[in-house]
T-cell receptor
């Protein structure tokens, strides 16, 4: 079975600072990995996804993530935080080739951006 | 395209009442699923469907029923509401995007059971 761990339920950064949100997964087979963002009182929006092509994945709004198999990690980064990045971020994993398309989510990290 | 739509947006139920949360998608996606979101727990899969007439249980199926009579609709039924079912419910649909099955989420239904 796969699982996802997001370190830090709350992260606070200053506007213009580096954003780093951590995600580690456990899976017996190579997974697909996703980052979603949720703004207050809204649904989830896909930021980016890793599907076994390039290990460095670029997403929307200037975010990117790097798949590191040796560390079983898929951390999300953005060089310079903007006030509009304040939201909750979820890492998720799915297992390809199993026919099971459901996502397993981490518990989420709430990002606060200070002016 | 409207994408994935959910109704109602908000609902308050009394313990023991039943209701149906509606979910519809207009993207002709074969796969649909229901998640519930609780603070500090991320989203957990309730039920899913791989096509019309085919459904299966997820992680937390107890107290919920689903059916899929058409490709477009995937309603979630609460049989006898309990306070533990107070949550935000999200419906999602997906298609085979080169094997990645990217999921599209609806805006959610916020349910309170008193």
């Amino acid at each position: 079975a796969q699982s996802v761990t997001q370190l830090g339920s709350h992260v606070s950064v200053s506007e213009g600072a580096l954003v780093l949100l951590r995600c580690n997964y456990s899976s017996s087979v190579p997974p697909y990995l996703f980052w979603y963002v949720q703004y207050p009182n809204q649904g989830l929006q896909l930021l980016l996804k890793y599907t076994s092509a390039a290990t460095l994945v670029k997403g929307i709004n200037g975010f990117e993530a790097e798949f590191k198999k040796s560390e079983t990690s898929f951390h999300l980064t953005k060089p310079s935080a903007h006030m509009s990045d304040a939201a909750e971020y979820f890492c998720a994993v799915s297992l390809p080739h199993t026919g099971r398309r459901a996502l397993t989510f981490g518990s989420g990290t709430r990002l606060q951006v200070q002016p | 395209n409207a994408g994935v739509t959910q109704t109602p947006k908000f609902q308050v139920l009394k313990t023991g009442q039943s209701m149906t949360l509606q979910c519809a998608q207009d993207m002709n996606h074969e796969y649909m699923s229901w998640y519930r979101q609780d603070p500090g727990m991320g989203l957990r899969l309730i039920h899913y469907s791989v096509g019309a007439g085919i459904t299966d249980q997820g992680e937390v199926p107890n107290g919920y029923n689903v059916s899929r009579s058409t490709t477009e609709d995937f309603p979630l039924r609460l049989l006898s509401a309990a306070p533990s079912q107070t949550s935000v419910y999200f419906c999602a649909s997906s298609y085979d995007s080169g094997g990645t099955y990217e999921q599209y989420f609806g805006p959610g239904t916020r349910l309170t059971v008193t």
